[in-house]
T-cell receptor
């Protein structure tokens, strides 16, 4: 079975440009998470969807960030306009919840560099 | 946010040595997970512990959940270069996972 798929794997853009990251969760999973990872702050949860509905977006840093999940097999995270401090690795993860231990399965990540 | 502190932050050892890394919190978790992340990849789930005092073994890796379900340890016996990576613990309370910042392990031949 395919795992979580993310695209692109690498993105380099200039400050002020719009960036869209994409995620396809594992088929059958009903929960999707977007994380951001930096050396300073580690893994931070940005937003959580359950059954395509955003449940918790308290981790979204500011209005420049938005996320959508139009169907069970696709989600996007958009940054507009991008800033150098947004440079990080962005991960998408999916799980089957509610189920006992909420184990999450991560994609390979998108490394974003904003110059 | 329930904080998880991992120690040590960095660890460099030679092949064949044993090591233990720790994950501590002041909060109680319904379960705790350990992940390993290799450079350029996403974290991969190693194990989930649920019951206080629980011990799980995965080949040369031994995971223990504290009796009070606030802390956990990971012990690696006879470390190998393939064990190199970032080891993350994550405490579960509800749908969310709270991640520690990880222990970066380097095993040299």
């Amino acid at each position: 079975d395919a795992g979580v798929i993310q695209s692109p794997r690498h993105e380099v853009t200039e400050m002020g440009q719009e960036v869209t990251l994409r995620c396809k969760p594992i088929s059958g999973h009903n929960s999707l998470f977007w994380y951001r990872q930096t050396m300073m702050r580690g893994l931070e949860l940005l937003i959580y969807f359950n059954n395509n509905v955003p449940i918790d977006d308290s981790g979204m840093p500011e209005d420049r960030f938005s996320a959508k999940m139009p169907n069970a097999s696709f989600s996007t995270l958009k940054i507009q306009p991008s800033e150098p401090r947004d440079s990080a690795v962005y991960f998408c993860a999916s799980s089957l919840a509610p189920t006992g231990t909420y184990e999450q399965y991560f994609g390979p990540g998108t490394r974003l560099t904003v110059t | 946010t329930q904080l998880l502190e991992q120690s040590p932050q960095f660890l460099s050892i030679q092949e064949g040595e044993n090591l233990t890394v720790y994950c501590n919190s002041s909060s109680v978790f319904s379960s705790l997970q350990w992940y390993r992340q290799e450079p350029g990849e996403g974290p991969v789930l190693l194990v989930t512990v649920v019951t206080g005092g629980e011990v799980k073994k995965l080949k040369r890796l031994t995971f223990q959940f504290g009796d009070a379900r606030k802390d956990s340890s990971l012990h690696i016996t006879a470390a190998q270069p393939g064990d190199t990576g970032l080891y993350l613990c994550a405490g579960n309370s509800g749908y969310a996972l709270n991640f520690g910042k990880g222990t970066s392990l380097l095993v040299t031949p």
